[in-house]
């Protein structure tokens, strides 16, 4: 057992592109992200398909699985009742970063 750790080393890997944002909703629970959560997110990586990213989407932020179908991009949710999300030529999309870690407590 280690006498400390230091979560920031553990976690970050670029500190001057991460930022930590804390999640507002249930649309990606089966993904393990809840509610309360705290996301570490890295702004250098390039997002490819299948990955968790922040993102705003016609001004609205949200965090999606972004993935390609039949060469169309899209936001896709993970819990049900929530429907994947086209994402359509001529909407604004600006991704903040990519998911890399998520913090939550224990119930």
Same mark, same amino acid.
């Given at each position: 057992?280690?006498?400390?750790?230091? +979560?920031?080393?553990? +976690?970050?890997?670029?500190?001057? $592109?991460?930022?930590? #944002?804390? #999640? $507002?909703?249930?649309?990606?629970?089966? $993904?393990?992200?809840?509610?309360?959560?705290? +996301?570490?997110?890295?702004?250098?990586?390039?997002?490819?398909?299948?990955?968790?990213?922040?993102?705003? +989407?016609?001004?609205?932020?949200?965090?999606?699985?972004?993935?390609?179908?039949?060469?169309?991009?899209?936001?896709?949710?993970? $819990?049900?009742?929530?429907?994947?999300?086209?994402?359509?030529?001529?909407?604004?999309?600006? #991704?903040?970063?990519?998911?890399?870690?998520?913090?939550?407590?224990?119930?």
């Amino acid at each position: 057992m280690e006498a400390s750790l230091d +979560l920031s080393r553990e +976690l970050i890997e670029k500190e001057e $592109a991460t930022f930590f #944002v804390r #999640v $507002a909703g249930d649309s990606m629970t089966e $993904a393990g992200i809840h509610d309360g959560d705290i +996301l570490v997110v890295d702004r250098s990586v390039e997002p490819a398909g299948g990955s968790v990213v922040v993102a705003a +989407l016609d001004g609205d932020l949200t965090v999606k699985r972004y993935e390609m179908r039949s060469g169309y991009p899209y936001f896709m949710p993970e $819990a049900e009742g929530y429907d994947p999300i086209p994402i359509e030529e001529g909407q604004e999309l600006v #991704v903040w970063g990519v998911v890399q870690h998520v913090i939550h407590e224990v119930s």
